[in-house]
């Protein structure tokens, strides 16, 4: 089941972390960093969504190249963050790490992937 992964926990966690984050942000970005990092956040767990249920190997391998692409992204939307001083750099070493952690996940499950 998709609830047992741990990726998918992880992420959830990041997501709910970011969300409060992102209210402390300027108005003037709700719109536009703030939207992007929203929508990078969301297109990854829909992919990780589409690799939990793609039965094809090279697909899922595929999608999570994907997911690999979207974590980089935002990596850079939260160093963006951090450097015009939306976060602090507690939240900025939480919201990394959490990126981090997730991008460690994602590489064991493309290992796993490539050894079946």
Known sequence: MLE????????????YYSNELLKKYPKSERYFLVGD??????????????????K?????????????IQLKVLK???????????INVRNY????????????LLGGWIKSCLKQ
């Open 93 to 104: 070493e939480a919201f990394s790490r959490k990126i981090t952690d997730t991008s460690n």
């Open 76 to 86: 850079v939307y939260v160093r963006i963050s951090y450097k015009y001083k939306y």
């Open 4 to 15: 047992d992964l741990i990726i998918y926990k992880k992420y959830l966690d990041m997501m």
């Open 37 to 54: 990092i929203k929508n990078s956040i969301n297109k990854g767990i829909v992919t990780i969504i589409e690799s939990h249920k793609e």
């Open 56 to 68: 094809d190997k090279f697909k899922r391998l595929h999608t999570l190249g994907t997911l690999d």
